[in-house]
Protein backbone atom coordinates (compact mmCIF):
# COMPACT_ATOMS: atom_id res chain seq x y z
CA UNK A 1 0.00 0.00 0.00
CA UNK A 2 1.00 3.38 -0.83
CA UNK A 3 1.94 6.39 1.23
CA UNK A 4 -0.26 8.56 -1.08
CA UNK A 5 -3.48 5.64 -0.34
CA UNK A 6 -2.58 5.74 3.60
CA UNK A 7 -2.83 9.21 3.82
CA UNK A 8 -5.98 9.08 1.32
CA UNK A 9 -7.55 6.72 4.00
CA UNK A 10 -6.76 8.70 7.19
CA UNK A 11 -8.01 12.08 6.21
CA UNK A 12 -11.07 10.47 4.57
CA UNK A 13 -11.90 9.00 7.98
CA UNK A 14 -10.97 12.07 9.47
CA UNK A 15 -13.55 14.44 7.55
CA UNK A 16 -16.02 12.04 6.97
CA UNK A 17 -16.09 12.38 11.10
CA UNK A 18 -16.48 16.06 11.42
CA UNK A 19 -19.90 15.24 12.68
CA UNK A 20 -17.61 14.13 16.10
CA UNK A 21 -16.35 17.61 15.47
CA UNK A 22 -19.41 19.82 15.99
CA UNK A 23 -20.71 17.05 18.73
CA UNK A 24 -17.50 18.27 20.92
CA UNK A 25 -18.08 21.72 19.59
CA UNK A 26 -21.68 22.30 20.80
CA UNK A 27 -20.64 20.22 24.06
CA UNK A 28 -17.83 23.13 24.45
CA UNK A 29 -19.79 25.72 23.67
CA UNK A 30 -22.47 24.91 26.48
CA UNK A 31 -20.29 24.33 28.67
CA UNK A 32 -18.73 27.72 27.92
CA UNK A 33 -22.01 29.10 28.41
CA UNK A 34 -22.64 27.77 31.58
CA UNK A 35 -19.54 28.93 33.38
CA UNK A 36 -19.90 32.77 31.64
CA UNK A 37 -23.08 32.52 33.99
CA UNK A 38 -22.31 30.99 37.04
CA UNK A 39 -18.72 33.59 37.16
CA UNK A 40 -21.30 36.18 37.58
CA UNK A 41 -22.55 37.42 41.25
CA UNK A 42 -26.34 36.14 42.17
CA UNK A 43 -28.72 38.96 42.67
CA UNK A 44 -32.01 38.39 43.65
CA UNK A 45 -34.35 40.61 41.59
CA UNK A 46 -37.80 40.84 42.15
CA UNK A 47 -38.95 38.35 38.75
CA UNK A 48 -35.76 37.09 37.89
CA UNK A 49 -34.15 33.60 38.91
CA UNK A 50 -31.08 33.65 40.50
CA UNK A 51 -28.16 31.49 39.07
CA UNK A 52 -29.27 28.54 41.39
CA UNK A 53 -32.70 28.22 39.40
CA UNK A 54 -30.99 27.97 35.84
CA UNK A 55 -31.16 25.00 34.45
CA UNK A 56 -28.74 23.58 31.62
CA UNK A 57 -28.17 20.45 29.39
CA UNK A 58 -26.35 20.01 26.50
CA UNK A 59 -29.46 20.31 24.64
CA UNK A 60 -30.88 22.82 26.12
CA UNK A 61 -29.76 26.00 24.57
CA UNK A 62 -32.29 28.46 25.40
CA UNK A 63 -30.23 30.25 28.46
CA UNK A 64 -30.07 34.12 28.04
CA UNK A 65 -28.16 36.36 29.93
CA UNK A 66 -28.88 40.17 30.70
CA UNK A 67 -26.25 41.66 32.35
CA UNK A 68 -27.30 45.35 34.11
CA UNK A 69 -24.51 45.81 36.53
CA UNK A 70 -24.34 42.33 38.51
CA UNK A 71 -27.83 41.48 37.51
CA UNK A 72 -28.25 38.01 35.79
CA UNK A 73 -31.94 36.75 34.48
CA UNK A 74 -32.31 33.22 32.31
CA UNK A 75 -35.95 32.91 30.44
CA UNK A 76 -37.64 30.16 29.43
CA UNK A 77 -35.83 26.64 30.94
CA UNK A 78 -37.13 23.79 29.55
CA UNK A 79 -38.42 22.62 33.08
CA UNK A 80 -40.66 25.72 32.93
CA UNK A 81 -41.98 24.90 29.78
CA UNK A 82 -43.53 21.60 30.61
CA UNK A 83 -44.42 23.13 34.39
CA UNK A 84 -46.26 26.30 33.66
CA UNK A 85 -49.98 26.72 32.02
CA UNK A 86 -50.34 30.12 32.58
CA UNK A 87 -47.89 33.27 33.21
CA UNK A 88 -47.23 34.17 36.72
CA UNK A 89 -49.89 37.08 36.45
CA UNK A 90 -52.37 34.41 35.96
CA UNK A 91 -52.81 35.39 32.08
CA UNK A 92 -53.15 33.22 29.01
CA UNK A 93 -49.88 31.47 28.12
CA UNK A 94 -49.71 32.25 24.44
CA UNK A 95 -46.50 33.95 23.46
CA UNK A 96 -44.68 31.57 26.00
CA UNK A 97 -46.28 28.39 24.47
CA UNK A 98 -45.17 29.17 21.05
CA UNK A 99 -41.81 29.84 22.17
CA UNK A 100 -41.86 26.40 24.26
CA UNK A 101 -43.20 24.65 21.16
CA UNK A 102 -40.21 25.80 18.92
CA UNK A 103 -37.76 25.13 21.66
CA UNK A 104 -38.64 21.42 22.09
CA UNK A 105 -38.60 21.19 18.42
CA UNK A 106 -35.19 22.71 18.52
CA UNK A 107 -34.48 20.05 20.40
CA UNK A 108 -35.75 16.86 18.97
CA UNK A 109 -34.59 18.18 15.60
CA UNK A 110 -31.02 17.89 17.46
CA UNK A 111 -30.94 15.08 18.31
CA UNK A 112 -32.27 13.57 14.82
CA UNK A 113 -29.64 15.46 13.50
CA UNK A 114 -26.44 14.14 15.74
CA UNK A 115 -28.07 11.02 15.87
CA UNK A 116 -28.15 10.75 11.80
CA UNK A 117 -24.94 12.55 11.21
CA UNK A 118 -23.17 10.05 13.23
CA UNK A 119 -24.41 7.44 11.35
CA UNK A 120 -24.02 8.66 8.51
CA UNK A 121 -20.50 9.75 9.35
CA UNK A 122 -19.34 5.89 10.63
CA UNK A 123 -20.59 4.80 7.69
CA UNK A 124 -18.95 6.93 5.09
CA UNK A 125 -15.84 6.92 7.17
CA UNK A 126 -16.03 2.87 6.35
CA UNK A 127 -16.91 3.17 2.91
CA UNK A 128 -14.44 5.85 2.20
CA UNK A 129 -11.78 3.48 3.62
CA UNK A 130 -12.62 0.59 1.43
CA UNK A 131 -13.70 -1.33 4.50
CA UNK A 132 -17.31 -2.03 3.90
CA UNK A 133 -16.91 -3.63 0.43
CA UNK A 134 -19.27 -6.13 -1.15
CA UNK A 135 -22.05 -6.61 -3.70
CA UNK A 136 -24.39 -4.47 -1.56
CA UNK A 137 -22.10 -1.30 -1.35
CA UNK A 138 -24.42 0.32 -3.81
CA UNK A 139 -27.54 -0.09 -0.80
CA UNK A 140 -24.96 1.25 1.73
CA UNK A 141 -23.93 4.23 0.27
CA UNK A 142 -27.45 5.45 -0.32
CA UNK A 143 -28.10 4.81 3.46
CA UNK A 144 -25.48 7.12 4.02
CA UNK A 145 -26.78 10.08 1.98
CA UNK A 146 -30.38 9.09 3.31
CA UNK A 147 -28.92 9.17 6.72
CA UNK A 148 -26.92 12.51 5.71
CA UNK A 149 -29.91 14.09 3.80
CA UNK A 150 -31.80 13.65 7.04
CA UNK A 151 -29.33 14.81 9.61
CA UNK A 152 -29.00 18.33 7.29
CA UNK A 153 -32.59 18.80 7.01
CA UNK A 154 -32.79 18.51 10.81
CA UNK A 155 -30.16 20.75 11.01
CA UNK A 156 -31.89 23.65 9.29
CA UNK A 157 -34.64 22.63 11.63
CA UNK A 158 -32.87 23.21 14.14
CA UNK A 159 -31.16 26.33 13.22
CA UNK A 160 -34.31 28.11 12.00
CA UNK A 161 -35.76 27.36 15.58
CA UNK A 162 -32.89 28.84 17.48
CA UNK A 163 -32.99 31.46 15.10
CA UNK A 164 -37.41 32.38 16.06
CA UNK A 165 -36.31 31.51 19.73
CA UNK A 166 -33.23 33.84 20.02
CA UNK A 167 -35.54 36.82 17.68
CA UNK A 168 -38.41 36.60 19.81
CA UNK A 169 -36.30 36.51 23.18
CA UNK A 170 -35.03 39.78 22.35
CA UNK A 171 -38.51 41.52 21.32
CA UNK A 172 -39.50 40.31 24.99
CA UNK A 173 -36.96 41.74 26.67
CA UNK A 174 -37.06 45.07 24.58
CA UNK A 175 -40.64 45.14 25.16
CA UNK A 176 -40.15 44.41 28.88
CA UNK A 177 -36.87 46.43 29.85
CA UNK A 178 -36.65 48.77 27.20
CA UNK A 179 -33.12 50.75 26.97
CA UNK A 180 -31.26 47.84 28.46
CA UNK A 181 -28.36 46.60 26.93
CA UNK A 182 -29.08 42.61 26.71
CA UNK A 183 -25.95 40.46 25.60
CA UNK A 184 -25.81 38.58 21.92
CA UNK A 185 -27.45 34.88 22.49
CA UNK A 186 -25.03 32.78 22.76
CA UNK A 187 -27.15 30.42 20.96
CA UNK A 188 -27.31 32.01 17.84
CA UNK A 189 -23.32 31.74 17.85
CA UNK A 190 -24.02 28.23 18.52
CA UNK A 191 -25.74 27.74 16.13
CA UNK A 192 -24.47 29.33 13.35
CA UNK A 193 -20.97 27.28 14.43
CA UNK A 194 -22.89 23.98 14.45
CA UNK A 195 -24.39 24.77 11.04
CA UNK A 196 -21.33 25.75 10.09
CA UNK A 197 -19.57 22.19 10.84
CA UNK A 198 -22.79 20.18 9.48
CA UNK A 199 -22.62 22.16 6.25
CA UNK A 200 -19.16 21.35 6.18
CA UNK A 201 -19.28 17.91 7.18
CA UNK A 202 -22.61 17.42 4.48
CA UNK A 203 -20.38 18.38 1.71
CA UNK A 204 -16.90 16.80 2.43
CA UNK A 205 -19.10 13.33 3.02
CA UNK A 206 -20.72 13.54 0.38
CA UNK A 207 -17.32 14.09 -1.46
CA UNK A 208 -15.86 11.27 0.06
CA UNK A 209 -18.80 9.44 -0.60
CA UNK A 210 -18.00 9.38 -4.52
CA UNK A 211 -14.26 8.18 -3.66
CA UNK A 212 -15.29 5.66 -0.87
CA UNK A 213 -17.73 4.28 -4.26
CA UNK A 214 -15.09 4.59 -7.06
CA UNK A 215 -12.98 2.85 -4.34
CA UNK A 216 -14.64 0.05 -3.81
CA UNK A 217 -15.69 -0.18 -7.27
CA UNK A 218 -12.39 -0.97 -7.99
CA UNK A 219 -11.85 -3.37 -4.99
CA UNK A 220 -15.15 -5.18 -6.07
CA UNK A 221 -13.62 -5.49 -9.95
CA UNK A 222 -10.19 -6.91 -8.66
CA UNK A 223 -11.99 -9.19 -6.93
CA UNK A 224 -14.12 -10.13 -9.40
CA UNK A 225 -11.02 -10.85 -11.83
CA UNK A 226 -9.52 -12.36 -9.10
CA UNK A 227 -12.54 -14.77 -8.93
CA UNK A 228 -12.66 -15.10 -12.46
CA UNK A 229 -8.92 -16.11 -12.31
CA UNK A 230 -9.63 -18.71 -10.12
CA UNK A 231 -12.82 -20.47 -12.15
CA UNK A 232 -10.58 -20.71 -14.85
CA UNK A 233 -7.78 -22.66 -12.92
CA UNK A 234 -10.65 -24.51 -11.37
CA UNK A 235 -11.75 -25.44 -15.19
CA UNK A 236 -7.93 -26.09 -16.38
CA UNK A 237 -7.19 -28.38 -13.67
CA UNK A 238 -8.58 -31.62 -14.44
CA UNK A 239 -7.49 -31.03 -17.59
CA UNK A 240 -3.79 -31.15 -16.33
CA UNK A 241 -4.34 -34.07 -14.54
CA UNK A 242 -5.25 -35.91 -16.79
CA UNK A 243 -1.89 -35.09 -18.80
CA UNK A 244 -0.05 -35.54 -15.59
CA UNK A 245 -1.57 -39.16 -15.48
CA UNK A 246 -0.76 -39.68 -19.18
CA UNK A 247 2.58 -38.75 -19.03
CA UNK A 248 3.55 -40.63 -16.29
CA UNK A 249 1.94 -43.85 -17.77
CA UNK A 250 4.38 -43.42 -20.85
CA UNK A 251 7.58 -44.57 -20.79
CA UNK A 252 10.25 -42.31 -20.92
CA UNK A 253 12.23 -41.67 -24.12
CA UNK A 254 15.25 -42.75 -22.62
CA UNK A 255 14.02 -46.36 -21.12
CA UNK A 256 12.36 -47.14 -24.54
CA UNK A 257 15.98 -46.32 -26.29
CA UNK A 258 18.08 -48.61 -23.43
CA UNK A 259 15.27 -51.60 -24.44
CA UNK A 260 15.85 -51.04 -28.03
CA UNK A 261 19.37 -51.08 -27.28
CA UNK A 262 19.04 -54.45 -24.80
CA UNK A 263 17.12 -56.53 -27.46
CA UNK A 264 19.42 -55.16 -30.49
CA UNK A 265 22.34 -57.13 -28.55
CA UNK A 266 20.08 -60.05 -27.72
CA UNK A 267 19.87 -60.57 -31.34
CA UNK A 268 23.29 -60.00 -32.56
CA UNK A 269 24.28 -62.47 -29.99
CA UNK A 270 21.99 -65.25 -31.34
CA UNK A 271 23.21 -64.88 -35.03
CA UNK A 272 26.89 -65.26 -33.68
CA UNK A 273 26.22 -68.81 -31.74
Not at 9 to 26: E, P, R
Not at 120 to 128: D, P, Q, T
Not at 213 to 237: I, L, N, P, Q, Y
Amino acid sequence: MSCKTCLGKFFGILGSNIFFVALVAMVAAVFTQRWAVSSQRDVSVAGMPTNADLQFGIFDMSARVMQEGKVQWSQYSYTWCNAKETTDDGAPWTNERMYCNLLLTAQACSIISLATGLTAGVIAAFLSAGVIVNKRFREIACASSFFMLVQFTSALLTFACWFGINTKINNDLDKAFPGIFVRPSYSAFLAVICAGLVLLGFITTSALGGCGKTAARKVAEEEEESEDEEEGRAAHAPRQARDKKAKAGAPQPGAQRAAHAQAAGGEEMKESQ
